[in-house]
């Protein structure tokens, strides 16, 4: 008997959530092709990404490629990386434009700031928004990515579509991400490559 009120008040409890059920189920849903993402970059500035079939484009710099990069304030990796990414934005400027899309960690725009963009140099595009975690998942879905994700994670797309990346991780000669500590050279070369296609 008590066993049985125990179990009936925890059921009662756990169906119950002061959230909308729209924010609940918020990470389950996929963008889909149209969608428009607006992005509110931490040091300023907007940018708009809109969903395409797979893949994904910046409205108005669609003839850029696009790099996605999933990290955390709080990641070694991606704390080394960042004057370097920072200095790839510049060099590739005119071709190329990064996302910094903070993961994994909900933190103040300030806090990016302070403790990531200043302290390490990371002063490209980064976006600190909840929409990152569905961005994330429909990348993870695009490319077929079925182990957890890690940071950091690197995505690049030209004209909407996942290129094959140099894979340091599993060694296949068909990779569409980076991941982890991947190291610059790697990532330029794949860039020069793109570039020159």
Known sequence: MRFSLLLMIA???SACSDKPKEEQHYIEKLYKRGDVIVLKGVEGGVKKLKRLDRGF???GEEDKILMLDFFGTFCPPCQKEASALTALQIDFSDKMTMI????????????VVENFSNKYGA???IANSKKNARIAKSVLEDIAYLDPMQLPFKVVLKNGKYQI???VWYGKDDGRFYIGDVGIKTIREDLEKLIGK
Request: charged letters at 30%; proline letters at 0%.
């Open 123 to 125: 002063h490209y595009f």
């Open 165 to 167: 990346l140099k894979d």
């Open 57 to 59: 484009e910046i409205v």
């Open 100 to 111: 910094g899309l903070t993961s994994f960690e909900e933190v103040s725009d300030k806090y």
């Open 11 to 13: 059921l009662v409890f």
